[in-house]
Nanobody, 123 residues
């Protein structure tokens, strides 16, 4: 019903920047809350950021607040995560996700997920 494709991951040094993108299809993007999550090997999936579809309210995890910025382009049905001042602890697979609920709370159910894109930050 909803297809999500991430891109933009890579290998960078600490302090560098990356911009991740997520292209959505198969549904009305303007009526989806979008989010970014990440997961490192052996660790639980972690909330990164979300943006709602009604007011565009943004929410960030404490570990990325002030460094990452989430945005959306409803006309092009795309989601972006601008990551600045990357740290080795940011290394993970980053997943784009979509919810039909108009809530940016980290606990909001996300039913649709992309395949993930690898971000590796070296020291």
């Amino acid at each position: 019903q909803v297809q999500l494709v991430e891109s933009g991951g890579g290998l960078v040094q600490a302090g560098a920047s990356l911009r991740l993108s997520c292209a959505a299809s198969g549904s009305t993007f303007s009526r989806l809350t979008m989010g970014w999550f990440r997961q490192a090997p052996g660790k639980e999936r972690e909330f990164v950021a979300t943006i709602t579809y009604i007011d565009g309210d943004k929410y960030y995890g404490d570990s990325v607040k002030g460094r990452f910025t989430i945005s959306r382009d409803n006309a092009n049905m795309s989601l972006t995560l601008q990551m600045n001042n990357l740290k080795p602890e940011d290394t993970a697979i980053y997943y784009c996700a979509a919810s039909k609920l108009n809530s940016g709370r980290p606990t909001t159910p996300y039913h649709y997920w992309g395949q993930g894109t690898q971000v590796t930050v070296s020291s």
